[in-house]
């Protein structure tokens, strides 16, 4: 089955400055790359997800990049605020099984004032 | 448009005991998910409904957790008898708009002691 691994698992930066989250995964079959962010106590929000037909995709400060050779996507935050600390999943599926995502273990953001 | 709501939030039992969550997911999304989220990793999929019908299960314990989708609307994921190990969130996500993406709820955090 799927297998997805994200580093860092913990992530400090200063307010202002750019955060990059990386996953890598295995299966070749996957084609749906949603990044979603949890804060404490609430459930995993969407913020952005690519498809493997596109490599790159932004949404304001936020833009992910899609490498399927690799197989390996990357969160990238840019112009940080302290409102972005939170906890980041990337997750992986199927075009054959889109709602069966395989979560990576998660990143620790904290953003310093 | 309303979210995916979930109940209760909190709940701690012991072990050996029986607890059942309720989700109701976005109106006119066919497709639902159960999720267990244990502390400090990312979710994993427990089941799958589209409609009322089971579409994936393969993660389920069935000896000890059961889950329905009656009338192909809201779900009832149930435990018994609870173990200590089953301490997490367990989180409704439903899917099948534009997009097919996937919209969690904000969880039911279990306790078990």
């Known amino acids: 089955g799927e297998n997805v691994e994200q580093h860092p698992s913990t992530l400090s930066v200063q307010e202002g400055d750019s955060a990059v989250i990386k996953c890598t995964y295995s299966?070749?079959?996957?084609?749906?790359f949603p990044w979603y962010k949890q804060e404490l106590g609430k459930g995993p929000q969407l913020i952005i997800d690519?498809?493997?037909?596109?490599g790159e995709k932004k949404d304001q400060r936020i833009a992910v990049t899609l490498n399927k050779t690799a197989k390996h996507f990357s969160l990238h935050i840019t112009e940080t605020q302290p409102e972005d600390s939170a906890v980041y999943f990337c997750?992986?599926?199927?075009?054959?099984?889109?709602?069966?995502?395989?979560f990576g273990a998660g990143t620790q953001v904290v953003v310093t004032p | 448009e309303a979210g995916v709501a979930q109940s209760p939030r909190y709940k701690i039992i012991e072990k050996r005991q029986s607890v059942a969550f309720w989700c109701n997911p976005i109106?006119?999304?066919?497709?639902l998910y159960w999720y267990q989220q244990i502390l400090g990793q990312g979710p994993k999929l427990l089941i799958q409904?589209?409609?009322?019908?089971?579409?994936?299960d393969s993660q389920l314990p069935k000896d000890r957790f059961s889950a329905e989708r009656l009338k192909g609307v809201d779900s009832t994921l149930k435990i018994q008898p609870a173990k200590l190990e089953d301490s997490a969130v367990y989180l409704c996500?439903?899917?099948?708009?534009?997009?097919?993406?996937?919209?969690f709820g904000e969880g039911s955090w279990l306790t078990v002691v």
């Open positions: 299966d070749s079959a996957s084609n749906y």
């Open positions: 997750a992986a599926s199927r075009r054959d099984s889109w709602g069966k995502l395989q």
């Open positions: 109106s006119g999304h066919a497709t």
């Open positions: 996500a439903s899917g099948g708009g534009s997009g097919n993406t996937i919209y």
């Open positions: 409904f589209q409609n009322n019908g089971v579409v994936d």
């Open positions: 690519i498809r493997s037909n596109v």
